[in-house]
């Protein structure tokens, strides 16, 4: 297997792993005392720790712990044809919104929770708008983000001090 990169526009000259493996692009698993992941605890909100590497191509492929019980994963990520990948699995921005929002959330329900307020219903809406021009095939993409956008709608009974 070749794994070095192109900047032209001609075939692939790696191969496709993550459909090459057989596996799930995302699973849970199970037996934590194999990998013995060293889940973080520094007993301040949650932590997680991530083991990552590059697999072919644009690939990657992360093994996902948090400091919750329980909780380790795998997860793969690909880039489209646009950036030479295979678009075998989401691109690495849609976990890196993923991330944000769900630190937004999980700040919001600590901020409740330190004031006793009891949360019915909670909807947070993030839009993440990204650009790029030019072409990472031929070495002249520049990349950019817009500022995120978050709304929130939560349910909740509060005095106007809280």
Known sequence: MVTERTTSSR???TENLLNAGGLPIFFTIDHLDALDPARPNHGVGQQVR??????AGMQKEAIVGSSRPGCLWRLASDEGPYL?????????LSFMTV?????YMDALRAAARRRSLDIRD???????????????LQGTMTG???????GVRI???ADDGA
Do not use: E
């Open 122 to 136: 909670l909807t947070l809406t993030q839009d993440n708008r990204y650009t790029m021009d030019g072409s990472a």
């Open 99 to 103: 991330g944000m929002v769900s630190s």
């Open 84 to 92: 030479d990948g295979f678009d075998a699995a989401p691109c690495p």
């Open 50 to 55: 991530v083991c990552a590497r590059s697999l």
């Open 155 to 157: 349910d909740v009974d």
């Open 11 to 13: 075939q692939h000259t």
């Open 144 to 150: 950019g983000a817009l500022p995120v956008a978050l």
